[in-house]
Every structure is written in C-alpha cells, then in structure tokens.
C-alpha cells in the first residue's frame, strides 16, 4: 500500500488522486491560494500533510513556505524558477514586486493583495525599467506567465481601459531576495532579442 493510499484510506473522504494532484498542481503552479476555489483542496491537502509533502518535494529540489495569514503555500526550486522566465516577462516581475512593496508600505493591500491599473504599470515600467510597457497582445501574454507562476492575475473588466492587474501575495516568496538580484541582473542583460531570450 502506498503512503498515499494510507492517507486516503484514513481520511475516507480523499481519494489517491486527490493527494497525488494536490502535489502536482503546486509543483506546476508554484503557488496555491486558499481563497481560489480551484485549488482550496489542494491547499487544505498539503497544509494537513506538510511532512509528507515537504519530503515529497524535497527530493525535487523544491522547499514549500506556507503563509497561513495571507492563505496561500509555495513550492520554490532552489535553482531559482525564473531561470526560465523570458526576459520580457523578468522585467514585468520585477516591476509588480516593487509596485506590492510600495502598495504594502502605504497599507494599499486588500486581502493580500495589490490592485494596479494600467496608468500606474505604464508609469513605473519606465520610471524603472526606463522604457516603454510592451504593446496590449504581448503585455497580456506577460501577464499569462505571471499567472502562471502564481504572482499576478489580470482583473476581469469589460472596460479594457480600466483594466487591473491584481498582484498576488505569493509574489513576496516566489521572488524573495536571492531572487530579486538574480532577475535584476538578468533584466539589466544587453538588449538582443528580448522576445526570447530566457534567463
């Protein structure tokens, strides 16, 4: 009988899957949050059974950091995740990290997390980055990846104007420090092609 198994014949209310996918779906999406339906089971799941999942992980390469205050636990590679980030998508990254720093230091965080519109983005990419935020269609695949990884979530509004990009609580621990200098070197590379280029 697998460990799994045992645990599923113990809880009689989870299946094998349910602590199989539960693992997956946070090595595949490096954050769950307790509030997003979709993945409140698997949070429950891993929080429930940290040592097992801890253990699971380990042997990955990846350590798990739960934040019961803000909701939400993290699976982070110790050979940094972002290594595969574009490099288009390391600058947008390190732009929402500062922007939820900002919004956390003047107590503009709502349930963990940050709303930024679009005139704000724009205004610190350049004040930044000093360039230009990306055209609509390439700033909205950027922003598919910062979905990915757990860190931040397009608004859904009718009003493409007053769209918002939610930055997600997550993005303190998927770009802790060590991070944080590594796409900052990588973001202030020499400008090939940075549709691209990866880190």
């Not at 799994?4 to 014949?9: D, Q």
């Not at 769950?32 to 699971?56: F, M, N, P, Q, W």
């Not at 709502?110 to 679009?118: L, P, T």
């Amino acid at each position: 009988m697998s460990h799994w198994e045992r645990l599923a014949t113990q809880s009689q209310i989870h299946a094998e899957s349910d602590y199989q996918k539960a693992g997956y779906r946070l090595v595949m999406e490096h954050v769950l949050y307790a509030g997003d339906s979709r993945s409140r089971t698997a949070y429950e799941l891993i929080v429930r059974h940290r040592k097992d999942y801890d253990a699971l992980l380990a042997q990955l390469g990846m350590t798990i950091t739960h934040n019961p205050h803000m909701g939400y636990v993290v699976a982070t590679p110790s050979q940094y995740v972002a290594d595969k980030m574009r490099l288009s998508e390391t600058r947008l990254a390190l732009v929402l990290r500062r922007l939820y720093d900002d919004k956390m230091h003047v107590a503009e965080i709502v349930g963990g997390e940050a709303f930024v519109d679009m005139i704000e983005l724009e205004r610190a990419y350049k004040d930044l980055l000093n360039r230009e935020l990306p055209a609509s269609s390439a700033l909205n695949e950027q922003l598919q990846a910062m979905k990915r990884y757990g860190i931040a979530r397009l608004e859904d509004t009718h009003d493409e104007q007053r769209q918002q990009v939610v930055v997600r609580p997550g993005i303190v621990d998927v770009l802790g420090e060590t991070a944080l200098l590594q796409l900052a070197a990588h973001a202030n590379a020499p400008e090939e092609d940075a549709s691209d280029e990866t880190a």
